[in-house]
């Protein structure tokens, strides 16, 4: 039971996401998963961090703290205020305050304050030609908004399991790229080692970690209540669709934009 359900967890967002279930590990936030890029990240002085203004606080922190540490830079591309298409200028300013010194590029897939939808894929592009390390916090998101992890290609996936995913508190999901995969865990656990499932060896201390991205799921990710209530919420999302999810969502927002229009609103990040 430590083990089954937590496997199933893992395969039914790999499914939601389009990623290989060996690299999906649990993770309890998205603190936690920015964690296992910052404290792997070998930072440098002269160096920086790429994210938009007004990122949510947990894929903020780490980065502040390392660039401080480290004498690298963290620069922050705020919200065009000078642009009739804020999303499109805000894309753009993004792609140009990359570098050839940026170690990191990080954002959100869809901005958590004003909704702004970020261009993941050539932006991402742009992380790789600097060999950046590429980080997607997908919790505004995923769920509703159909992600191609295969398409993104991020280094780093997180998501909480809070939001459209329909699920409780304390529980999420980190997905791992090739440069991740094999990193140190910062978290060392007993139910991440190798063999940890023979409960008659535990005390056979093991050196090695169980295969793919399992090294960094979090301590006492089995919980009896919340594994299977994220697991029934995932099954009922994949159940309906994600596309299925998004066009009704589409046409409630659609409602609210006319009942606005008509008061003098406007949509501040039209869709394209």
């Known amino acids: 039971d430590f083990f089954s359900e937590p496997e199933q967890l893992r395969a039914r967002f790999a499914e939601l ?29 002269g160096q920086n961090v790429v994210l938009p203004g007004e990122e949510f606080p947990s894929n ?53 304050t004003d909704g702004t939808r970020f261009d993941l894929e050539p932006i991402g592009a742009r992380a790789r030609e600097v060999g950046a390390l590429y980080i997607v916090d997908g919790t505004q998101s995923i769920g509703a908004l159909p992600f191609d992890f295969a398409r993104v290609r991020p280094d780093l996936l997180v998501c909480a399991g809070y939001k459209w995913l329909l699920g409780p508190y304390q529980l999420g999901f980190a997905v791992l790229g090739k440069r991740l995969l094999d990193a140190r865990p910062f978290e060392l656990n007993w139910i ?77 990040n039209p869709p394209e």
């Open 60 to 112: 903020v922190y780490a980065w502040m703290e390392r660039c401080a540490r480290e004498g690298a830079e963290l620069r922050i591309v705020p919200r065009p205020t000078d642009a009739q298409s804020v999303g499109r200028a805000w894309n753009a300013r993004i792609l140009e305050a990359i570098d050839a010194e940026t170690a990191v590029v990080t954002l959100t897939a869809v901005h958590w």
């Open 192 to 268: 991440n080692r190798e063999q940890s499932e023979d409960f008659a060896a535990l005390v056979d201390y093991k050196p090695g970690y169980q295969p793919g991205a399992r090294r960094f799921d979090v301590g006492e990710h089995s919980n009896p209540i919340t594994v299977p209530m994220l697991l029934e919420s995932l099954r009922q999302i994949l159940a309906w669709g994600v596309e299925a999810i998004q066009s009704y969502c589409a046409g409630l927002g659609r409602v609210l934009e006319q009942v606005l229009g008509e008061r003098g609103g406007f949509t501040l």
């Open 17 to 45: 996401v389009h990623a290989d279930a060996e690299r999906v590990a649990l993770v309890p936030a998205v603190s936690y998963g920015v964690s296992i890029a910052s404290e792997n990240l070998a930072l440098r002085r």
